[in-house]
């Protein structure tokens, strides 16, 4: 039986031990237990993946410094203010330091920028930036902003997370030290309340309390650094503009979102770079071959906001009208028994509370 076994899994590698055993029991009416089968393929090193390769070992990897690899990925937290809050984090491979972080309401690129900015401007430009492959880690203005900035933007093979246990396992220690303390009662209010909340135990709890690998606090393996290179307010702005590209048309014009702009009559014909701030669509520097060409002058604007720049909708609560419609419906529903029974109305039994008078009172 193990022989025939053996040969089904050699006739198709990605076949299961549990498929297998079905099998037998199907052709055989009997078959091995699945354990048993399993440590028979490792015996044979007959032992493949759910597609058919053999299995692969993934070492240990940790950057030699900090700033070489930053980690980040977003994590599905608790509801505040009505809403799902997500939180964008990104994690130092070397020091386990959480460089940047922050929720919100949407997972999309502009929340991701808002992490990753937040982490340039206080812990330096690092060498690379390793995510996954989710819409907003691959967004194209993503990935301006990490060449604007020399950073190497790397993304998961999908099916093979290898590299990522750093920030999951920083994403489960949220789950059991900080969104444990987050219940309906004493729940942040709202997003601002969420991050400054998540700020004050990343800084006081997470940072100082020393890790089980490196058997330093993040803070005093990160320290090693000394000064990182920090880029400019101008780098951080140019390097978070998006960018989109239009060929001029006869008219000296380029259209970007519904919206219509002239340019340079000189650059008739010609494909140019338009340059701008999401999250006002009326001002848009041009560009051609990186050479500045001016700005761009509105002609007819009807989006003023870029599709992808939601806000958040942090929607305060209506204020209460006070008004219980079931209670309403419940004491129209008593007045219109009064009125059909008039129990006013009915005749006193009297003091005698024989058999016969209970059932006569139980029938009225």
């Known amino acids: 039986m193990l022989e025939l076994a053996a040969a089904l899994k050699r006739e198709v590698p990605a076949r299961t031990a549990a498929q297998i055993a079905a099998i037998l029991r199907a052709h055989s009416g009997w078959s091995p237990d699945e354990r ?27 950057a030699e410094a900090p700033n070489v690899r930053w980690t980040g990925d977003a994590l599905h937290g608790p509801v505040v203010g009505g809403r799902k809050a997500i939180l964008f984090g990104f994690v130092d491979d070397h020091s386990r330091l959480v460089v940047g972080h922050r929720w919100g309401h949407l997972e999309d690129t502009v ?7 937040n982490a340039l401007a206080c812990r330096g430009i690092p060498q690379s930036v390793y995510l996954d492959n989710g819409a907003a880690m691959v967004d194209r203005q993503l990935q301006r ?25 920083f994403f489960r220690t949220v789950r059991e030290q900080f969104l444990v303390e987050i219940t309906p009662a004493q729940g942040p ?15 006081t709890v997470y940072h100082r309390r020393v890790h089980t690998e490196t058997e330093q606090t993040p803070l005093e393996r990160w320290s090693v650094i000394g000064t990182p290179t920090l880029p400019t307010p101008g780098q951080l702005r140019e390097a978070f503009l998006w960018s989109e590209w239009r060929t001029v048309a006869k008219t000296a014009t380029v259209g970007l979102h519904g919206n219509t702009y002239e340019v340079d009559a000189a650059l008739v014909g010609r494909r140019v770079e338009l340059v701008f701030d999401p999250f006002d669509l009326t001002r848009l520097q ?9 700005a761009a002058v509105p002609h007819r604007i ?8 939601r806000p958040e909708p942090d929607t305060p609560p209506a204020a209460a009208t006070g008004i219980d419609y079931l209670r309403l419906v419940q004491a129209q529903h008593t007045a219109e028994l009064a009125e059909r ?6 005749p006193d039994p009297g003091p005698d509370t024989g058999p016969d008078t209970t059932e006569r009172q139980a029938q009225q």
């Open 302 to 309: 009807g989006r003023h906001v870029h599709a992808k720049a």
């Open 36 to 62: 048993t089968l399993q440590r028979h393929f490792v015996r044979l090193e007959l032992n493949t993946r759910p597609d058919g390769q053999p299995p692969q070992a993934f070492g240990r990897f940790e």
């Open 341 to 346: 029974v008039r129990y006013a109305q009915l």
């Open 111 to 117: 929340r991701l920028s808002a992490a990753l900015r």
């Open 189 to 203: 209010a709202d997003l601002v309340e969420l991050n400054t909340l998540f700020t004050a135990w990343v800084e």
């Open 145 to 169: 902003a990490c060449a604007v900035l020399g950073i190497r933007l790397v993304h998961s093979r999908p099916g093979q997370p290898a590299g990522r246990g750093k920030i999951e396992r």
């Open 286 to 294: 041009v560009r051609w071959h990186d050479r500045p060409m001016g």
